[in-house]
DNA sequence: CGCATAATACGACTATAGTCTTATGCGACC
DNA sequence: GGTCGCATAAGACTATAGTCGTATTATGCG
């Protein structure tokens, strides 16, 4: 049995995707899943074969809630969904690790392949895309792999930090002493190969997909 | 007589643009520019009616460079010149006081038009774009009118800032003191109605097109 | 079990960031 | 000639950032 897990904030999406699913490939189990949480809870409790992620949901933080679940469970193969057509992007998405990008546009004939494809182990990208985003971005991809290198305190400290919050704050906030957040930044620069907050900052903000003052669909 | 500026890094793309403009609109005058610097002090010496404005030129740092050049000379009335299709990024650009946008894909009757409808006072979008740009992002529309607001001094702080150099580093760049430099950036936060460094790298961030490290062309 | 390793936690210490005050020189503007 | 904004910068101070050493716990492994 093929266990498939669709996690989507929208839950009109969610049933749209599931519809066209339900239709093209009724062999399919569907799950759902409204929020990065409850997606790592099901990962954790249930056999899935693919997780069709989108990275707007909340607690996601957009890239940063693919490498974390593509760290915490390397053999559960992604397609993103998402409403973004920047081949910047998706280009970032794939170096990421996901093995398919599946536009919110696309047609549910198109979304039916795109799962087949990878359920058999291909990659998918949209037909009028896949010329401009072959190639990976090597940069990008050793970006990743030291985010997802991050221990999960590690990775709770970088996205308050991101969000510019003092030590004092992070500490209140994750109910730890200041110190040992100190000691998890220290930690994070030597991951990342960097020696100062403005810099882990600098990473951090590539890895999202908008400015959080303008999140707005 | 009227007089265009061309300002863009790519030889070849400074020859189609004139060869375009030449025949469309052969009452011109067409001068060149290849990086920020030379497009500042050849404003500063000549009387120019149009500004075509590439994001992507050495010393530019993307929209910072619009902004600049906007403060410096807001009689000039700039089109941005972009390979990008991100609308959310016309959206900036627009805010931030470009009066036109000019795809690196459009035709050169496109082109022509573009210029010549700038010239008589208009605002300019491509046809296909021109319905989801419309909007202009209030937010991001006062965040460039504070980074505006800053003199050049501070302008080139925060620049540094960005590229996650200390305050020491910062001032041995510009041959100044550390404590000139710590007064600038309680300037800069100050204007910006911040009170530390991080999320000013955060908002220079916002301003910028590409991450620093992925420029590739 | 005994050992190694990684993660978390925290205090003590040093370096840097950031504020406030004060002061000087410069050019623009009326 | 006075005023204003800007750039410069010193000194003194507080707050925050960042390093180092170390203790504790959990986890895996032979």
Redesign the pocket.
């Known amino acids: 049995m093929t266990t498939l897990l669709i996690a989507d904030d929208h839950p009109l999406y969610r049933d749209a995707l599931r519809g066209a699913l339900s239709l093209s490939l009724p062999a399919l189990t569907l799950t759902e899943a409204g929020d990065l949480t409850s997606t790592v809870d099901i990962l954790n409790s249930e056999d899935i074969d693919l997780l069709l992620l989108d990275l707007h949901m909340p607690g996601s933080n957009d890239l940063f809630g693919l490498i974390h679940i593509r760290k915490l469970f390397p053999d559960v193969p992604v397609a993103v969904v998402s409403g973004t057509e920047d081949t910047q992007l998706i280009s970032k998405i794939m170096s990421a690790g996901a093995l398919g990008f599946i536009p919110k546009t696309a047609s549910s004939g198109d979304i039916a392949n795109a799962v087949q494809a990878i359920l058999d182990g291909d990659v998918w990208l949209p037909p009028n895309l896949s010329d401009s985003v072959d190639e990976i971005d090597e940069e990008f991809s050793e970006l990743a792999d030291n985010v997802a290198?991050l221990?999960?305190?590690?990775y709770k400290v970088l996205c308050f930090m991101r969000d510019g919050l003092?030590?004092?704050q992070i500490?209140y906030n994750?109910d730890?002493?200041?110190?040992?957040v100190?000691?998890?930044?220290?930690?994070i620069?030597k991951k990342l190969g960097i020696?100062?907050?403005?810099q882990?900052v600098l990473i951090a903000s590539q890895l999202e997909l908008e400015p959080p003052a303008t999140s707005d669909h």
Chains 1, 2 share one sequence.
């Open positions: 290198s221990t999960p305190s590690q003092l030590n004092k500490g994750l730890i002493a200041e110190a040992t100190k000691a998890h930044v220290t930690a620069f020696n100062n907050r403005t882990a």
